[in-house]
């Protein structure tokens, strides 16, 4: 089910520009912030949704003040050296003070899933995925979907989830969120799964795909 925040996320992605994009220095910052350099004109919460670059880490902006970017985490990005990296993974170190930075114009598509063993009725006003799994380290918090086109109005999301020592099993996942951030962001598509999965001891794994239809 598409939730009201996830009809506004799709809207502003496909056809709104009025939170554009910037380029500045970095000032400062830290494992979830950016600080310009100057005085930029912005205002409260025009980024929400967008990503900003720096080098080679990305982030997804959360929330902004007039001065300050507050990320969901710092991730790393595709280099030269290393083709094979993408979002998934989190970057040692925030941008870097005195460096160049960019915020891209257009919102960040939600491909994070997350997964809780609640299993009440998905709710067009839900803004977060109740119960959802955060054990930190853990194999079942919430992943970087891959996508594939399925042709008409289709479109797949598909993650893999394995347990480690530090999930709390067992535990039986009932239903997912899709999400635009690794870590709180806007939830677009809240769905119980068809069957529920059991996992019950460290290595478990389960796949889990949703098909995402438009009208």
């Known amino acids: 089910m598409i939730t009201n925040g996830g009809r506004k996320l799709w809207a502003e992605a496909i056809g709104d520009l009025s939170g554009s994009g910037f380029t500045g220095t970095v000032k400062a910052s830290s494992s979830t912030t950016l600080e310009p350099e100057g005085a930029p004109t912005w205002t409260a919460a025009q980024f929400v949704g967008q990503d900003v670059y720096s080098g080679s880490v990305a982030g997804t902006v959360i929330s902004n003040t007039t001065t300050v970017l507050t990320v969901a985490r710092w ?7 290393e083709p094979k990296l993408n979002r998934s993974e989190e970057a040692s170190a925030p941008p870097v003070v005195s460096s ?6 257009g919102n960040v598509p939600a491909a994070w899933i997350g997964i809780t063993a609640n299993t009440e009725e998905p709710k ?5 995925l109740t119960g959802e799994l955060k054990a930190s380290g853990g194999g079942l918090v919430r ?4 996508f594939k086109y399925l042709g008409g109005k289709e479109y797949e999301v598909k993650a893999t989830f394995t347990s480690n020592v530090k999930d709390i ?5 009932a239903k997912i969120g899709i999400f635009n951030a690794h870590n709180g962001g806007i939830m677009m598509f809240e769905s119980k799964l068809t ?7 460290v290595g478990d794994s389960v796949q889990i795909t949703d098909v995402v ?3």
Do not use: N, Q, R, Y
């Open 75 to 81: 991730e790393k990005l595709a280099t030269a050296a």
């Open 143 to 146: 992943t970087l979907a891959t």
């Open 124 to 128: 067009e006003a839900s803004e977060t």
């Open 195 to 201: 069957a529920t999965a059991e996992i019950k001891e």
């Open 213 to 215: 239809t438009g009208s």
């Open 100 to 105: 160049a930075f960019s915020i891209a114009s």
């Open 169 to 173: 099993l067992p535990v039986t996942l």
